[in-house]
């Protein structure tokens, strides 16, 4: 493995904008007395967001297992706690991958 100063440089200007945008975002509702509603509302919406952007390609790139287990997480999710949400999808993919081969 080599050194390669285009990489670190890459890698380097990449954690800086992180660290622009975030600081960024943290002065800008500092300077504010109150929180306008819109922005209010764009905020609670950024949970939502991340879970599909993370949830999303596992999905539709999984395999019939990856999907049972999240449509069935899903509808636990509904009813019952996080936890038993959890362990049932894991379980479900655990069982369908090793006795069905999916």
Same mark, same amino acid.
């Given at each position: ?6 990489? /670190?440089?890459?890698? +380097? ?8 945008? @975030? ?8 300077? %504010?007395? @109150? ?6 509302? +764009?905020?609670?919406?950024?949970? +939502? ?5 993370? +949830? ?9 297992? /990856? ?11 509904? @009813?019952?706690?996080? %936890? ?19």
């Amino acid at each position: 493995m080599s050194f390669d100063p285009y990489m /670190v440089s890459l890698i +380097a200007a990449a954690a800086v904008v992180t660290y622009l945008t @975030r600081i960024g975002g943290y002065l800008m509702i500092m300077r %504010m007395s @109150r929180i306008p509603p819109r922005m209010e509302a +764009a905020l609670n919406a950024v949970p +939502a967001a991340v879970l599909t952007t993370l +949830a999303a390609p596992a999905f539709f790139d999984g395999s019939i297992a /990856v999907k049972a287990g999240m449509l069935l997480a899903l509808f636990i999710g509904w @009813r019952f706690s996080h %936890m038993l949400m959890l362990v049932a999808g894991w379980a479900l993919v655990l069982l369908l991958r090793h006795f069905a081969g999916l």
